[in-house]
């Protein structure tokens, strides 16, 4: 444990010039405060992240049913797949969730997390088991096999030691990457089964495309000395 005096001065080395005053004692419980509230920060992005991911899969299971039903139907919008425009609107919507997810809310995760770790450096000074922050930091990135690391795509994943390593931004994107590729998979082949339902139709019938012709009426002809 390191002395008071000592303790005193690492603590006020942290400190903005206006408040080098304050004791260790003091300007410790303000960086605990302060750590306390970058943790609550933190907690509330991060609940409000996963209620949106909740959300987007809401609507993927949505979107998925009604392409069902639309698909068991057999519902069309002219040559076009009712149940493909259904999983395309579904995919822009999911697009939608992921912008909101990786570019808005999820940087300010990030900084409330560097926050946290800036005044967890200044409490490790005076109490050096407080790495709370800095440890869930460092077990966050996990090795994947080579499945998620095909799926992940050529940026998905860092290397270390040879083997593929997925930080928060990595499952985040992972996450969405799937999700839009069931969506592309889905309307790919429910428009492929359309066109392949359409082309049986016309093999069958070939007649429908035109009406046929309707039969000539014969013609009687009198013959001679005959009166009509």
């Not at 997810?101 to 300010?108: G, S």
């Not at 593929?164 to 492929?192: C, E, N, P």
């Amino acid at each position: 444990m390191t002395d008071p005096e000592a303790a005193a001065e690492i603590v006020a080395s942290y400190l903005p010039a206006a408040s080098a005053g304050l004791s260790s004692n003091e300007a410790l419980g303000h960086y605990v405060t302060m750590w306390k509230t970058t943790v609550e920060v933190q907690q509330h992005f991060n609940d409000i992240e996963w209620r949106i991911r909740g959300l987007a899969l809401t609507v993927a299971t949505f979107a998925l049913g009604a392409a069902g039903v639309a698909a068991k139907d057999g519902a069309t919008l002219g040559p076009i797949s009712l149940g493909s425009a259904v999983l395309c609107l579904g995919l822009i919507l999911w697009y939608a969730f992921y912008f909101v997810d990786r570019l808005w809310y999820h940087p300010l995760l990030k900084a409330a997390v560097a926050e946290g770790t800036e005044f967890e450096k200044a409490i490790r000074r005076h109490l050096p088991e407080a790495h709370m922050t800095a440890g869930i930091t460092e077990r966050s990135p996990q090795s994947v096999g080579w499945l998620v690391a095909f799926l992940a795509g050529p940026k998905g994943t860092d290397r270390v030691n040879g083997h593929a390593v997925m930080h928060s931004d990595h499952k985040l994107r992972w996450f969405y990457r799937v999700g839009a590729s069931t969506f592309i998979i889905g309307a790919i082949a429910l428009q492929i089964g359309v066109a392949l339902a359409d082309g049986a139709a016309r093999a069958e019938n070939p007649g429908a495309r035109a009406p046929a012709a309707s039969p000539a009426t014969p013609t009687v002809h009198a013959s001679p000395g005959t009166t009509p």
